[in-house]
C-alpha cells in the first residue's frame, strides 16, 4: 500500500519561505516522479513543480519560477518543495503526487498514480 503524506504547511507573511516535505511509502520512491500541485478555494488544482524519478530533470509554473525549487531525497524516501518569496496569491493547499516511469510537466493529473492528502499554506500581506 503505497502512502504519500505532505508536511510543512503553515501561516507565513509575505516574502517569507518554507519547506514543504513529501514522504513516500510502500513502493520503491526511486522509480517514481514526484509532482507538487495547489489549489487555491474556488480554483482547479494547477501544477507547480514537479522533479523526474532520476532527479535530472525538473519544471515549475511560471508563477513560481525562480522563487520555488524542488529536489527528492532518495534515501529518506522524501520529495520537498521549497518556497521563497511568497506571494498572498500563493496561498493554497498544496499536494504531492507520485507517477511512475517517464515524466514531464504535461503529464495529466489524472495520470499520477498517488496522491497526498494535502498541506495548507497562507501567505498574509
Known amino acids: 500500500q503505497v502512502h504519500l503524506a505532505e508536511s510543512g504547511g503553515r501561516s507565513v507573511q509575505a516574502g517569507g519561505s518554507l519547506t514543504l516535505s513529501c514522504t513516500f511509502s510502500g513502493r520503491a520512491f526511486s522509480s517514481y516522479a514526484v509532482g507538487w500541485f495547489r489549489q487555491a478555494p474556488g480554483k482547479e488544482r494547477e501544477f507547480v513543480a514537479g522533479i523526474s524519478w532520476s532527479g535530472g530533470a525538473t519544471s515549475y509554473a511560471d508563477s513560481v519560477k525562480g522563487r520555488f525549487t524542488t529536489s527528492r531525497d532518495d534515501a529518506k524516501n522524501s520529495g520537498y518543495l521549497q518556497m521563497n518569496s511568497l506571494k498572498p496569491e500563493d496561498t493554497a493547499v498544496y499536494y504531492c503526487?507520485?507517477?511512475?516511469?517517464?515524466?514531464?510537466?504535461?503529464?495529466?493529473?489524472?495520470?499520477?498514480?498517488?496522491w497526498g492528502q494535502g498541506t495548507q499554506v497562507t501567505v498574509s500581506s
Open positions: 503526487a507520485a507517477v511512475a516511469g517517464f515524466w514531464s510537466e504535461h503529464v495529466p493529473l489524472t495520470d499520477y498514480d498517488y
